[in-house]
């Protein structure tokens, strides 16, 4: 995969640690996101080179997956280039990513995520030691700034001169979290500072929000997070719409079980039984908007069977 030839616009499920897993990341491309960049949830590049068998086994990606893009995070070169050749090697990506812009205490504490954004000359030299050491495309992927939103366009400057292929760039600041609401404009502002791809992100939730934040910034492509969550069809709805097919009609409420159903099964078939306590997190996000969710909210985190679950996804289907 180029970033620079990838059909545009290229659309691209965000990254979302304990959600864009194996079985969750199967489940979006079931449901007919061909074309979709799939971005696997950060990954701890000290936790790879200590050789932590668990981060080791969380980079499997399944066939129908691809293209994935497995995020790193980290704050030293060597150890970020070393994770970079480990995932390489074992699990052939189709690109890298760095986060550099998650706001979590823990990860900032660390001096990554959104605190590489303080630190341009520490982010450039891992982009170059990660670009020296694998040959699939490497991707960043930030916010506008730490507490000011143009602090990135000095910033992408300098993320593209260290060779990074694409940039994503999430319309807030760290500051602000998850306040407000993202800034397309200010993306659109970066398109016109860089050559390389720039993909934008933040409160993308449908249709109309995908094409108003192409239009407004101007950038090759969009990352959707938040908006997949319970949501695994979105890409199909705005694949179609962008590409001039029409709205395609909303899914029924049993279609929407069918959909939580077979994430159960993916689960499972990945986790074993314990899939489905896994599961559990996801289920507001499937609830949401249906009469007497909290209800069905609360009866969902006592499941331990699928059987148990499909009793219940029968009670909704009868609503
Ligand atoms: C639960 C959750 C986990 C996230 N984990 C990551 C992550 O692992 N790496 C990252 O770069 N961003 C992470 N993000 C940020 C998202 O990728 C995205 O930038 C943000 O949610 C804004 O996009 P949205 O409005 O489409 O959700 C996470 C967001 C959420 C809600």
Known sequence: MRWMDYEKPIIGLAPMADFT?????RLIRECGAQQTVIFREMVSAEALVRGNKKTLKSL????SERPVVQQLFGSDPQAMAEAALIVEKRVKPEGLDINMGCPVH????????????REPDKASQIIRAMKSAVSVPLSVKTRLGWSRP????KFAKSVEDAGADALEVH?????QGYAGRADWQMVGRVVKEVK????????????QTAQQALVVSGAAGLLIGRGALG??????????????????????????????RRHAELQIEHYGQNGLIKLRKHFPWYFKGIPGFRQFRAQAVRITTLN???ELIETIGRT
């Not at 897993?21 to 990341?25: A, E, G, H």
């Not at 823990?106 to 954004?117: Q, R």
């Not at 143009?150 to 366009?153: V, Y």
Request: hydrophobic share 40%; net charge negative.
């Open 196 to 207: 390389i791809p720039v993909l934008v992100n933040g409160d993308i939730v449908d249709t």
């Open 21 to 25: 897993d194996l079985p969750f990341c």
């Open 150 to 153: 143009d602090e990135i366009l």
């Open 171 to 175: 319309g807030r600041t760290k500051d």
């Open 308 to 310: 148990e679950l499909e």
């Open 106 to 117: 823990k990860a900032v504490s660390n001096f990554n995520g959104a605190s590489l954004m």
């Open 60 to 63: 499997d990606i399944h066939a």
């Open 231 to 260: 949501h695994p069809w979105i890409f199909q709805e705005i694949s179609a719409s962008l590409s001039g097919h029409g709205t395609l009609e909303q899914p029924s409420i049993q279609q929407k079980m069918a959909y939580l």
